[in-house]
């Protein structure tokens, strides 16, 4: 016979929920601030061998101004993740914008070619450990595409006293901000009143980061998983769509896009053997809206552009949208501007009161489930 373990009252009860809480809440934080602390060095380091390579490398002369291409492919070829051409370049200048980030580390690791380079951290600029503990590197990417320090600076602390997310900081930067709060009368109160209406950066935003993907080798849907009624839907999705056997060949689940220095995520990307193509799939539990037609165009048109190869047919995307009892189906035959490609297409992929049917299925057994 089992007992019941003693409790002096709601109140004393409730106390222990909420230390188990806050316990949790601070080890989050915790983790999420180590994280950030490791990725962000490990690109200022990167950035760093990168700036000593160009200053001081006695082979500089032979790599001259393809380095950054040829150092890409050979961190690939060694399977360091996140070291494309372009994220080298974001490095160096991350490097360049924030030399003072050196303070954290041991003098003893820094070539004195650089230190003679970079000088000492300006007095005016936020402290490095609170600048590496409380901003992610998205936000260092996003801070180094200011030219102008002072500018920089400004985000900085705002950022800092603001507690910021990434989003945040880019809204505020494309808004103009800092220009706006030049011109205002009441600096004091424009920042106040900015802070009330900013999006809050929290730990499970840092660990859901791409470039946090890439650092700690996870997968995108290991970690961003959406709604449990879509994630659930999309396994099954996949098998259903492999299953019929129209030539679907699968390549990639959460394929992340990085398109204009911001990351995206195809919730299916399949090759199509018999058309030639590749075909993007997205499902989304809710009602068709327009926005999620343009987004899946978005995609579709990197395909075009990055993915295609000599032989290829132009890609093609597939928008499944779905609410309780109401499914709604739309393909977006993006650019698809042969009728006969378009005929071919209807003929092989899955018709839509096929595709009507799976949903309603799928719905009413997940639904039966919980």
Known sequence: ?????????????????????????QMAAQASRAVNIGLSLRNWLIGRHIAEFELAGKDRAEYGEHLFSRLAARLKALRIPGCDRRELYRYRDFFTCYPQIMGTLSPQSLPSVLLEKVGTASPQSAPEMQLLARLSYSHFALLCEIADPEQRRFYEIEALRGQWSVRELKRQIGSLYYQRSGLSGDKDALSRLTRESCEVQTPAQVIRDPYVFEFLGLQPAEVMREADLETALIDRLQDFLLELGHGFCFEARQKRLSIGGEYFFVDLVFYHRILKCHVLVELKTDHFRHEHLGQLNSYVGWYRENAMTPGDQPPIGLLLCTAKNDELLRYALAGLSDSLF????????PRPEDMSAFLSRALHELEGAQ
């Not at 009252?9 to 806050?22: K, M, Y």
């Open 342 to 349: 378009v005929s071919r297409y209807q003929v092989e992929l």
């Open 1 to 25: 016979m089992s007992e019941s373990l003693p409790f002096h009252g709601s109140e004393d009860f409730e106390t222990l929920a909420q230390a188990i809480a806050e316990a949790h809440r």
